[in-house]
């Protein structure tokens, strides 16, 4: 039995019921093995087998029966060996309480986790990446940052190892914190990690997540050990940053290499063919998909696809292509036909798309948002008033705009005509100082589609106010000259923020990178890398 009991289960199963009186040793071993295999709830069937014999269970025999719950998502099974280790004394044994941590974390059960944590008496590195999984998981990513912190500095009696650093990226990214990822990326290198490719992967997505592509492919030429992920990572990163083009030729080279693509990698190459509009080579890509590399198109290729045919203006192309899907259309399909018809004003399309969205239970505010201002750009006000009370009537809310911008470690975060910064004034004075400097350049706000309910004068001061101008405004406020500017908008970028920018990177001679939930716009002189497509 020790010498294989995963390989064959069912022998070792076999000869273990042979053995007139097994020990507990024998138990755990079998319990182990179910633990890992592919009927991990036959470990708890042997853990009672235990039990009913009289076997009183160790602190191992416990942490390979939560494995077992974890593989099964047991809420209920975790619970009762809880009260098992507190019935036989076993609450010293960190190794135990760090499995049932992890247990009560993938069970959404954060608030256990983290009690269970504090009544440790001992906490390794194992046991504070536990605890930083589950507050990724309750999206506590700001706690995490202050772990790191506190493992750094040694306050906390541990150093962090590759997995706290991976975890850390992941966190970085999802806060938007630049800064602290470079500090994360300091201590990968300074300790030896920076050969391990699962933690370069994650450096790649996170630089190329902030748009900083120089050091996304910085860490990419330095790998030794290139894998399918590698490459859809810089793939990925070169799409999502509008460089479609040098997208596809990765992708091209890493044919070359000898390096077999799997779906993600389609995704990412799907995705440059699209925010470059490039329909021709994105349809023949998507062909080779299947018939090259025998690749069944999942619900993100159809994604990317009906995105690429829809922004291209080809809206029924698109509509037919996700008629035609092998898997059921979800809501994001249908939401992303809806975009399209409302940057190219096809009203009766996207009222049909709606329909779709409702017959899934699956519509949102911002759904109704954009057919609303769909309404709005072709002048259908009687569409507008009637959609205005329904959405009024069922209490539909928006989702607040809101834009954040990380500076010396810390995260400011600005919504609409924001007065809760402590420099507000300051912000305000040069938001309105960079207004005039850009209306002498050239600069006009955009009304035409924006906020149909209030009339123009109206819709000038909502612009002039808007998350991403505040963010603008407090990093040329907050920085020397000449620093990048990085900003990360909850929502898609509008048209008036967008020309804003744009001209702001021009006149004031600044690279301004701002990402929204589609992608990345870099702004650089005057111009953007979307080339206005996006």
């Known amino acids: 039995m020790a010498l294989s009991p995963i390989r064959d289960i069912s022998y070792s199963r076999q000869f273990f019921s042979q053995i007139p009186n097994p020990s507990v040793f024998l138990y755990n071993t079998l319990i182990r093995a179910y633990s890992m295999s592919n009927s991990p709830i036959e470990g708890f069937f042997m853990y009672q087998e235990m039990r009913k014999k009289g076997l009183r269970a160790d602190p191992v025999s416990l942490s390979f029966v939560i494995r077992c719950y974890i593989r099964v998502s047991s809420l209920i099974g975790g619970e009762q060996v809880h009260a098992r280790i507190l019935s036989d004394g076993h609450q010293s044994d960190s190794l135990l309480l760090t499995n049932l941590m992890d247990l009560y974390s993938l069970c959404d059960k954060g608030s256990d986790a983290c009690k269970v944590f504090d009544e440790m008496r001992q906490r390794d590195t194992i046991a504070w990446n536990v605890l930083i999984s589950c507050y990724m998981r309750s999206r506590r990513t700001r706690d995490v940052l202050v772990i790191f912190d506190g493992m750094l500095s040694g306050e906390l009696g541990c150093e962090p190892d590759d997995v706290t650093c991976l975890l850390l990226l992941q966190a970085c990214a999802n806060l938007g914190a630049l800064e602290f990822g470079e500090k994360v990326h300091g201590h990968i290198v300074e300790r030896g990690y920076d050969n391990a490719t699962n933690l370069c992967n994650s450096l790649i997505a996170m630089y190329s997540q902030f748009g900083n592509l120089d050091k996304a492919f910085g860490v990419f030429k330095g790998m030794h050990d290139k894998n399918v992920v590698t490459w859809s990572a810089i793939i990925s990163g070169l799409a999502m940053n509008g460089y479609g083009r040098e997208a596809i030729g990765a992708f091209e080279e890493m044919l070359k290499m000898g390096v077999l693509p799997d779906d993600l990698t389609f995704t990412g190459v799907l995705s440059a063919c699209s925010n470059c509009g490039l329909v021709d080579k994105g349809m023949i890509i998507f062909a080779r998909m299947s018939k090259e590399f025998g690749i069944v198109p999942n619900i993100h290729h159809y994604g990317c696809m009906v995105d690429l045919l829809g922004r ?151 612009l002039s106010y808007h998350s991403e101008k505040l963010a603008l405004a407090f990093g040329v406020l907050a920085t020397p000259p000449g620093t990048t500017i990085r900003i990360a908008k909850n929502l898609r970028i509008c048209v008036d923020c967008h020309n804003f920018a744009k001209i702001l990177s021009g006149v004031y001679n600044r690279q301004v990178i701002i990402t929204d939930h589609t992608r990345f716009h870099h702004f650089r002189g005057g111009h953007c890398s979307c080339n206005d497509y996006w």
């Open 312 to 462: 291209a203006g080809q809206l029924h192309q698109a509509y037919e292509l996700i008629m035609s899907m092998r898997v059921k259309p979800d809501s994001t399909i249908w939401r992303t036909l809806l975009g399209a018809c409302r940057i190219h004003r096809n009203v009766i399309l996207a009222e049909h798309v709606v329909e779709h969205l409702i017959e899934l239970k699956a519509q949102e505010a911002g759904d109704y948002i954009l057919l609303f201002n769909l309404y709005s750009s072709v002048d259908n006000w009687k569409k507008v008033t009637e959609l205005r009370k329904f959405m009024k009537e069922k209490g539909i809310q928006t989702t607040p705009a809101s834009s954040s911008i990380e500076l010396k470690g810390k995260v400011h975060e600005f919504v609409v005509d924001d007065v809760s910064h402590p420099q507000k004034d300051e912000i305000f004075e040069m938001l309105d100082e960079i207004s005039k400097q850009l209306k002498i350049a050239g600069y006009v706000a955009e009304i035409t589609s924006e906020l149909p309910n209030l009339d123009a004068e109206k819709k000038r001061y909502v």
